[in-house]
Nanobody, 119 residues
């Protein structure tokens, strides 16, 4: 089992910045992917950004150039620096950890942190 603890959400004005953190603990595999997804009421959860344990990131198009994902493998922690925030970034942000064990991809989720961007 893997436990994820998120922090850093909150209320910010449009154009502002927030930094999310997610610390993983438990049965961590050295090869894994950690990332952030977000969800608004009535919509499906969508990928925001992911980063491999080797440091390779990928982003959804709507956040490219504004958000930066990074990680500290020694701390099993992933960060999401969000700049130039827009009201449409308002959502619950979920941390995700994924590895491949026993031949299957396994996902773990954090409890979610609210990000609200006012106009």
């Amino acid at each position: 089992q893997v436990q994820l603890v998120e922090s850093g959400g909150g209320l910010v004005q449009g154009g502002g910045s927030l930094r999310l953190s997610c610390a993983a603990s438990g049965s961590i595999f050295s090869t894994n992917v950690m990332g952030w997804y977000r969800q608004t009421p009535g919509k499906e959860r969508e990928l925001v950004a992911r980063i491999t344990s080797g440091g390779i990131p990928n982003y959804t198009d709507s956040v490219k150039g504004r958000f930066t994902i990074s990680r500290d493998n020694a701390k099993n922690t992933v960060y999401l620096q969000m700049n130039s925030l827009k009201p449409e970034d308002t959502a619950v942000y979920y941390c995700n950890y994924q590895d491949r064990r026993y031949g299957y991809y396994t996902d773990y989720w954090g409890q979610g942190t609210q990000v609200t961007v006012s106009s």
